[in-house]
Nanobody, 121 residues
């Protein structure tokens, strides 16, 4: 089992920045690719970003390329999502997840409880 706890969400104005953190416990964190996924009100969950176990390769959805980036610190069992130039359409609950590496959400076997990000216009 892997337990994931997100933090860093909140209310921010359009154009602002936030950094989300996700701390993992349980099985060896560095064994897992990690991802960030989100769900906006009334919409399905969608892929945002993912990073390989080593941190050497990252994947970003087209909607966040150039604005968001993902990173990890295996010594701290933590994965980050740096979000810049935020837009109102980025408003969603953001979930940290382990085990997947792309947009197939079924590949993510472990999920955190989510953290709310609200971007005001």
């Amino acid at each position: 089992q892997v337990q994931l706890v997100e933090s860093g969400g909140g209310l921010v104005q359009a154009g602002g920045s936030l950094r989300l953190s996700c701390v993992a416990s349980g099985r060896t964190f560095s064994n897992y690719a990690m991802g960030w996924l989100r769900q906006a009100p009334g919409k399905e969950q969608e892929f945002v970003a993912a990073i390989t176990w080593s941190g050497g390769t990252i994947f970003l959805s087209d909607s966040v390329k150039g604005r968001f980036t993902i990173s990890r610190d295996n010594a701290k069992n933590t994965v980050y999502l740096e979000m810049n130039s935020l837009k109102p359409e980025d408003t969603a609950v953001y979930y940290c997840a382990a085990g997947g590496l792309g947009s197939d959400l079924r590949k993510y076997g472990y999920w955190g409880q989510g953290t709310q990000v609200t971007v005001s216009s």
